[in-house]
């Protein structure tokens, strides 16, 4: 016969991830109809945008697009750089066993390799080696018993889980806008070729369910001057605003990727009418993966002292929360011109992407690797080439701890460029220093086993209504739950008969000696 029952419904959600796949795309870039042939390739720049996920049965499907940008000396022509760019599809599966239509999901990407050849003055064959990692969550609701009646004779035991929820992308974007003036060293503009921008600096405070991000953002343009030459300047431009993220009743805490999007500057007038200002307008999305967890208590055991139960059990998981740290790590190197490149007379700008980028998870620690590729553009000491770019990929690792990680989690990491520096050390050499941040979050898949229904077992044998007294000697593992279970008392019984020999609540240890008083009903 089933007894009355106290229940709740509880969300369990498990998280899963895969290594993802890797993607190569190829395809040529055709020099527009308004620019000059490609004499020679100064810069190229690429990235990877992911711009939907589709969760499907047993598989992951993304699709966007690769950005590739050409920045090239002409030939025959009055200006000496042109700039072009593209963007090239990518749609590709990442297999996820357990996955539904329903499933929250997520695809992060990277470029880990690109090779430029010109076919000819006026097309440039690109190939582009991306990695893509998914990771999803699948959440249930399940009807967890916290209680059960029965009268004085039932004794119950309950206890608390912490299942926790990842929401695992909220994206938003913001847009800066501002003008700005041209140093009072720099030439005026008659056009400009190229502009970029970085962030850097980025702060980031959680409070009342919204992350406030600051930061610097570092635009940088380069333009030709009214006489043809060639000339580059740097904005420095304030970044903060605020993204709404989602809260449980528990712990929250979160991860955040913020990025330029896009990037717009046209030349201006400024209070003199002179073109010397810069209309700017930058565009940054931040996204946000959010982790929570609240406290439930469910019931873990019960049996009665005046009739055998039938406890129904079932598995069930949920997701573990194990912490988060935020980090920041500095890796400097040397970078050396190659052979047959000019001299360096002064360094314009430093970028970088970052490569192959890996994480681990042991004991309380996230090991993050990877490869930071640099590029330094400068002038040099050739008039008819003034600028030149000089690459360097820079290893790095770095341990974040992470107190509670173990092997066999999954660790999210959002890695970042901070800041680059350069200083030359001669004409040939410069040393850099880059600085990367980690913000990183370690959680687990967690089972355990909850009941669905207590009944009276009527198959079984009614419990015996007989007194009697044993002494017991604890062994290890023992609980005072179990041996009130198993002599058919209470706890409370067992504490009142034994007030002298148990010191400390309702610990035992292996060898104490308990006097046990069966339960006579």
């Known amino acids: 016969m089933p007894l009355e029952a106290a229940t709740?419904?509880?969300?369990?959600?498990?998280?899963?991830?895969?290594?993802?796949?890797?993607?190569?795309?190829?395809?040529?870039m055709i020099v527009p109809d308004v620019n000059p042939?490609?004499?020679?390739?100064?810069?190229?720049?690429?990235?990877?945008?992911?711009?939907?996920?589709?969760?499907?049965?047993?598989?992951?499907?993304?699709?966007?697009?690769?950005?590739?940008?050409?920045?090239?000396?002409?030939?025959?022509?009055?200006?000496?750089?042109?700039?072009?760019?593209?963007?090239?599809?990518?749609?590709?599966?990442?297999?996820?066993?357990?996955?539904?239509?329903?499933?929250?999901?997520?695809v992060t990407a990277e470029i880990i390799h690109t090779d430029y050849r010109l076919a000819n003055d006026r097309k440039i064959n690109v190939k582009a080696v991306a990695s893509a990692k998914a990771a999803w969550t699948n959440s249930r609701e399940e009807e967890v018993m916290t209680g059960v009646g029965g009268g004085e004779y039932m004794q119950t035991k309950t206890g608390e889980i912490t299942p926790?929820?990842?929401?695992?992308?909220?994206?938003?974007?913001?847009?800066?806008?501002?003008?700005?003036?041209?140093?009072?060293?720099?030439?005026?503009?008659?056009?400009?070729?190229?502009?970029?921008?970085?962030?850097?600096?980025?702060?980031?405070?959680?409070?009342?369910?919204?992350a406030q991000i600051r930061g610097e953002i570092r635009l940088n343009i380069i333009y030709i001057d009214p006489d043809g030459g060639l000339e580059t300047a740097e904005f420095t431009l304030p970044l903060s605003f605020s993204v709404d993220v989602p809260s449980s009743e528990g712990e929250n805490y979160?991860?955040?990727?913020v990025r330029p999007a896009e990037i717009k500057a046209e030349i201006a007038?400024?209070?003199?009418?002179?073109?010397?200002a810069v209309d700017a307008e930058i565009t940054v999305t931040a996204a946000v993966k959010s982790f929570g967890d609240s406290v439930k208590t469910v019931l873990q055991d019960a049996y009665s002292l005046s009739s055998p139960l039938k406890i129904e059990r079932e598995e069930g998981e949920y997701i573990e929360l194990c912490g988060k740290n935020r980090a920041q790590a500095s890796f400097r190197d040397t970078i050396s011109l190659e052979e047959g490149q000019p001299d360096m007379l002064q360094t314009v700008k430093a970028w970088g992407s970052l490569r192959n980028t890996e994480s681990s998870v042991s004991e309380d620690t996230v090991t993050v690797e990877g490869t930071a590729d640099i590029k330094l553009m400068y002038i040099a000491k050739d008039d008819e080439r003034p600028l030149n770019v000089v690459e360097k990929s820079v290893p790095f690792s770095h341990a974040v701890e992470i107190?509670?990680?173990?092997?066999?989690?999954?660790?999210?990491?959002?890695?970042?460029?901070?800041?680059?520096?350069?200083?030359?050390?001669?004409?040939?050499e410069a040393e850099i220093r880059l600085t990367l941040s980690f913000d990183a979050a370690v959680c687990g898949n967690k089972k355990f086993d909850f009941i669905r229904s207590v009944s009276e077992d009527e198959a079984a044998d009614e419990v015996k209504s007989a007194s009697g007294a044993v002494i017991y000697t604890v062994r290890d593992g023992d609980s005072l739950w179990e041996i009130a279970k198993k002599y058919n008392t209470t706890i409370d019984d067992i504490l009142s008969v034994?007030?002298?020999?148990?010191?400390?609540?309702?610990?035992?240890y292996p060898g104490q000696r308990l006097l046990i008083l069966k339960k006579f009903v």
């Open 8 to 28: 709740q419904r509880i969300t369990l959600t498990g998280r899963g991830w895969d290594g993802g796949v890797q993607m190569l795309t190829e395809g040529d």
């Open 37 to 106: 042939d490609i004499y020679q390739i100064l810069k190229t720049g690429e990235r990877i945008v992911i711009d939907s996920v589709r969760p499907e049965q047993g598989r992951i499907c993304f699709s966007g697009r690769i950005e590739v940008s050409v920045l090239y000396y002409g030939k025959k022509t009055e200006h000496p750089v042109s700039f072009m760019k593209t963007d090239f599809p990518v749609e590709d599966c990442i297999e996820a066993p357990g996955v539904t239509p329903e499933t929250d999901a997520d």
């Open 164 to 210: 926790g929820t990842v929401s695992e992308k909220t994206a938003e974007e913001f847009t800066v806008r501002d003008e700005l003036s041209l140093p009072s060293d720099r030439p005026d503009m008659a056009e400009i070729v190229e502009a970029s921008a970085d962030i850097c600096r980025r702060e980031i405070r959680f409070s009342q369910s919204q």
């Open 254 to 257: 979160y991860i955040v990727s």
């Open 269 to 276: 007038s400024d209070d003199r009418g002179e073109p010397r």
């Open 403 to 428: 107190i509670g990680a173990r092997e066999g989690m999954i660790a999210d990491v959002v890695t970042e460029i901070e800041d680059i520096s350069v200083s030359l050390m001669s004409e040939r």
């Open 498 to 508: 034994n007030s002298a020999n148990i010191e400390n609540g309702d610990m035992v």
